[in-house]
């Protein structure tokens, strides 16, 4: 599909008013993106985990009105916040093209997470995601008559319009985005993976070690920018093309082992990106590192197949099977939690991706 696809042609501009409401996870990457093009277009395919537990929830109401601006109230967890408006009003500006009603409504957003506010996980996913979705409910409430596959997609596309990886928040439980050798793949939007997955990778556990939940030095949009002209990104761009490759098998074998392997490495080589970057950063912290060579002892001393991985901060997501969830967590009470701000983490584990909330 095309970006002219998913532009809303007519529309029943006699609507008043009306809310809709959306609950949509957070996701963590196995393959990274980092790097993009104009328009939010990835430089290299990346797939993910769909969360369950971390998940923003957001009721969008909408009333006609006469101006035409762009006009939206934003509460965060019950209050008025001015801090994300930025964020929404560039959001309306870039998917505007597609959805020619924004100008007509007031939006009165009401979101709020369930994980705790500013612990450093990405927040920006389930979010971007949820708005997005919620504009796709008032599309069907304005008469548009969509496939459950052309909402998701076009969600999906909105979605990547807001934040990226927030286009790998709409299904579950693993997803794809970006151009890769499977036909189906697209750099506009994500989709659900569709090969073979072997059982050792059903209820796939995530816990989140928080080890910093301060405001990172540099974000995410800054980072990718740093791509540009970085001496390795052609071979990490090509990197990651292999290692989705690689993974695809994994998952369809369920060899644990190569899993673990494909998706540390991919951890490291996005801190690798970030510190080879001019200027140069770190987002890791002194715990991070404990975390993760406390990982590979207990890996090595217990036959386990408990891995690491990182997105762009310092906090560890600790993924595992299923059947080590009682031995990982007891090791992680024990060893790992001292690690964390306040001893904070939180236990999630692989999801099928947001939810309409009735009325
Ligand atoms: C390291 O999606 O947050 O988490 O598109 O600028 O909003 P923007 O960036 P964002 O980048 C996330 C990068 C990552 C890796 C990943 O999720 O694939």
């Known amino acids: 599909m095309k970006a002219e696809d998913f532009i809303l042609k007519n529309y029943n501009s006699s609507v008043e008013s009306g809310s809709v409401k959306w609950e949509s996870p957070s996701n963590i990457a196995l393959i990274k993106y980092w790097g993009k093009k104009e328009n939010q277009i990835p430089e290299n395919p990346s797939i993910s985990f ?28 019950g209050k008025q916040n001015e801090a994300f408006k930025p964020k929404i009003q560039t959001f309306f500006e870039r998917i505007e093209t597609y959805v020619p009603f924004l100008r007509d409504y007031h ?32 599309e069907v409430d304005l008469g548009a008559d969509y496939t459950s596959e052309y909402f998701n997609k076009k ?13 790998r928040s709409i299904e579950g439980e693993l997803v794809v985005w970006g151009q890769n050798e499977s036909a189906e793949s697209s750099d506009l939007y994500g989709i659900k993976f569709d090969g073979e997955v072997h059982s050792n990778f059903n209820n796939y556990q995530d816990t989140i070690l928080l080890v910093d939940k301060g405001e990172k030095q540099v974000s995410s949009t800054v980072g990718h920018k740093l791509m540009y002209g970085h001496p390795f990104a052609q071979q990490r761009f090509a990197q990651a093309h292999e290692n989705l490759a690689k993974l695809k098998a994994v998952l ?27 200027p140069y950063f770190i987002l890791m912290k002194p715990n991070t ?20 991985t990182l997105d762009a ?17 007891n090791f ?28």
């Not at 994980?115 to 409910?137: E, Q, V, Y």
Request: include cysteine; glycine fraction near 6%.
């Open 155 to 167: 969600a999906s596309f909105l979605a990547r319009l807001g934040s990226g990886s927030a286009c």
């Open 50 to 77: 769909t969360l369950s537990n971390c998940k923003t929830i957001t009721k969008l109401t909408y009333t006609k009105k006469e101006t035409k601006d762009f006009s939206f109230d934003l509460y965060f967890e």
């Open 332 to 359: 992680i009470k024990k060893e790992l939690a001292v690690f964390c701000q306040n001893g904070h983490f939180i236990t999630d584990v692989v999801g099928k991706g947001a939810q309409l909330i009735k009325k």
């Open 107 to 138: 939006f009165k957003i009401e979101t709020s997470n369930t994980f705790p506010h500013s612990s450093g996980i990405a927040s920006s996913a389930s979010g971007m995601s949820a708005l997005a979705l919620c504009l796709m409910s008032i």
């Open 313 to 329: 901060g310092a906090n560890v997501h600790v993924l595992y099977p299923e059947n080590e969830k009682e031995s990982v967590l």
């Open 252 to 278: 369809a074998s369920g060899d644990l082992q190569s899993f673990v392997k494909i998706v540390e490495s991919e951890a490291l080589t996005l801190h690798a990106m970030m510190m080879t970057s001019m």
């Open 289 to 308: 590192l404990e975390i993760i060579n406390k990982i590979w002892k207990h890996r090595e001393e217990n036959n386990s197949n408990v891995c690491f």
